[in-house]
């Protein structure tokens, strides 16, 4: 039996040269930190310069130069949801810059996480619009030039809208904002999917976790699966055809 007052069988009794190594650990894994911060920095301002002019240029060629089309009306639907994404990036640079650190409120927080996968499920539907469109154009031809219109067309983009913002709904719900466990000064933007600051009760572990589950289940199937066939499945009627 190990005496419980012999320090030396203590883990807290270290050697000089275990405590260096742990040392040299703890730097290396902060200075990678670091530098990842850095990239993500640098990737968030790259894609918030060129997504906000790239996209704002296309806005305004297809919605005001060019004359309306439906293929006008998905690439400026397209545009559209990716400008929105990257003119709010400055939230996600301020928060990275300043430590992981959210002082916009909680409001923000939720509108922010909730924009992102707006644009991502309104992004991936509409391209399986525009490919089931071609598909129809090419497979039934003469049906698409008597049904394909604007009108109709625009119909369609505001379903996908409402589809993709009732997809992302969820996370306006479970994100929050609560001071960080070992800096009350830090406010830390989070998934909350237990609607609770008790984070030891099996109740609310089970609780979370299934959440958590569902939302990634859900997110893999809808957001990537089912898109995934319909547009694989399309270019490969084209291709037959």
Known sequence: MMDPYNFTNSPLNYSSSEYEDDYDDYDEDTDLR???????????????????????????????????????????????????????????????????HW????????????LSFLNMFASVYILVVISVDRCVSVVRPIWAQNHRNVSRASVVSFGVWLFALVLSSPYFVFKDTAPDHSNSNIINCFNNFAFSDDYETPEVVELRI????????????????????????????????
């Open 34 to 100: 670091k530098s990842l911060n850095i990239m993500s920095l640098i990737v968030y301002s790259l894609a918030f310069v060129l997504g906000v002019v790239g996209n704002g240029i296309v806005i305004w060629v297809t919605g005001f130069k060019m004359k309306r089309t439906v293929n006008t009306v998905w690439f400026l639907n397209l545009a559209v949801a990716d400008f929105l994404f990257t003119a709010f990036l400055p939230l996600s640079v301020a928060y990275t810059a300043m430590g992981f």
């Open 103 to 114: 002082p916009f409120g909680q409001f923000m927080c939720k509108f922010n996480s909730t």
């Open 210 to 241: 299934l959440r958590h589950r569902a939302m990634i289940i859900t997110r893999f199937i809808i957001g990537f699966v089912v898109p995934f066939v319909i547009i694989v499945s399309c270019y490969a009627v084209i291709i037959h055809q």
